[in-house]
């Protein structure tokens, strides 16, 4: 299917869901506990994230300080953007895909099946680790000729 028509029906169909969910718990529990009940769960996923993106800075830190590429954590950022982006919209339906999106072993699985179905064009797997075995050094000198 065309990527457009995707985000088109998106668009189109999560503020539905969303408007839905909404007028359903309002009815139960009553309009401003509905509305305090956004409030909070935007507030907790605002905490949440920022306990997730600390964590996942420092991972990043620790994989660059072993001189390897954090391929893996940048991709969880992007995980966790999208995820603070669910949040912070008003609903339950956004609210439930940024909480899911807050659950590390649920956001390394889908790193790791995107990475799987995305092979790096390096040809080093995720991490900047060289395939076991292959521990060639190239070494050479150079000049430079227009001196």
Known sequence: MNPFAVLFLLLLLVPLVEI????QVGRVI???????LVVFTA???A????????????????????????????????????????????GFFTDAIGFLLLVPPL???????FIRRNPSPMGAPPGGAAP???TRTIEGEYRREDE
């Open 107 to 113: 956001r390394q699985a889908l790193v790791r099946s």
């Open 43 to 45: 507030v907790l996923g």
């Open 47 to 90: 905490l949440l994230l920022r306990v997730q993106g600390w964590a996942t800075l420092q991972r990043t830190r620790m994989t660059m300080a072993r001189g390897q590429l954090p391929a893996l954590e940048m991709m969880e950022g992007v995980l966790l953007v999208v995820a603070g982006f669910f949040l912070l919209m008003p």
């Open 30 to 36: 009553g309009a401003i506990p509905t509305i305090a």
């Open 132 to 134: 076991r075995g292959d």
């Open 20 to 23: 839905y969910f909404l007028i």
